[in-house]
């Protein structure tokens, strides 16, 4: 089972890398790394991983979890992307899900907010409160944070 999640993260990877997907509002693809702490994915805990945006749709999340264990995959869209607060700062508020992979699989929506700090162009340093709501195996409301960066090409 894990080589054919691997060998389906890969493809995903590979198939989004290829330009499948139109460039963003900033008019830039992204690639970054995270780490996030409590329930961004199902389950509690803290891991770290590769971030991936094509625009506002879709950015994607593959992370592992080292406090549970497990690999952690998410996809969300940006309803509203890098809105302008001031000169080096804007938001995003986006929709989106989360699939994990670990002793147990579970999946569920995710609801994240966040604010973008623009240093300089084409880097972007992000903090995102996570809301999720479980499905599967049962419902449960959780709470998490991701922060990270991305560089946009």
Do not use: C
């Not at 080292?66 to 001031?86: K, L, W």
């Not at 994240?112 to 709501?133: A, D, H, R």
Request: charged share 15%; aromatic share 16%.
């Amino acid at each position: 089972m894990k080589k054919k999640l691997v060998l389906l993260v890969l493809a995903l990877a590979v198939g989004a890398a290829s330009g499948a997907y139109a460039s963003g509002p900033l008019g830039m693809t992204g690639i970054g790394v995270y780490g996030s702490v409590g329930r961004t994915a199902g389950e509690f805990g803290s891991g770290g991983g590769l971030t991936m945006k094509f625009g506002s749709f879709p950015v994607l999340g593959f992370q592992y979890d080292f406090e549970a264990s497990r690999f952690n995959v998410s996809f969300d869209y940006y309803v509203i992307d890098a809105e302008g607060i001031g000169n080096k700062l804007s938001y995003f508020l986006g929709v989106g899900g989360f699939a994990g992979f670990g002793d147990d699989f579970d999946f569920g929506l995710r609801l994240p907010v966040g604010l973008q700090f623009w240093p300089i162009k084409k880097f972007e340093l992000f903090l995102s409160p996570v809301m999720t709501l479980a499905v599967v195996p049962s419902v449960d409301l959780g709470i998490g944070a991701e922060f990270g960066l991305r560089i946009h090409l």
